[in-house]
């Protein structure tokens, strides 16, 4: 009978407080775990720059494409719900830059347009609606933010990030 903010709150605490059992799931064997734990420890409320500095790390090294999408939203998640300035900033160097591998990139533009006031630029509207961004729409199943709240898929949460007129009533 507690209001909703309260239980959300007490489960951030609680991730919080078990960091120690969380942070080692990055390393682990399954590329889903790894991913899972990300999305677990965007929602922390403290000890912020040890768990952005354990997702960059996880960024750097990690091969599979869904958890190094994974560790890009969490990094931008925290960074987001900390007003970290800088971060719209690193989102749009890290997918304007052709260097990376095309799922950092996307998931850096869907990072962009979570941080970012300004509306989507016509080159982040290009890229992220390209044949070849949606043809990666199969792994980014697996990516936990593209999985809760009612979207999944990739090519739904582009449109709908970039129509957000349409999910207004």
Known sequence: MCPTNWTIEAARDAVTDDLHLLLPLLVDHDPDVRAAATFVLAIATRDIPRISSALHERLAVDEDPVVRVSA??????????????????????????????????????????????????????TFLTASSTTQHNQFFQRV???????????????????TPHALSP
């Open 72 to 125: 890009v939203l969490g990094i931008a998640q925290l960074a987001r719900e900390h007003h970290h300035e800088n971060a719209p900033a690193w989102a749009q160097e890290l997918w304007s830059d052709p260097g990376p591998p095309p799922e950092i990139r996307i998931g850096a533009g869907l990072a962009w347009l979570c941080l970012a006031d300004d509306p989507a630029p016509d080159e982040l509207r």
């Open 144 to 162: 936990p933010w593209l999985q809760s709240g009612g979207v999944h898929g990739l090519r739904t949460s582009i449109h709908s990030m970039l």
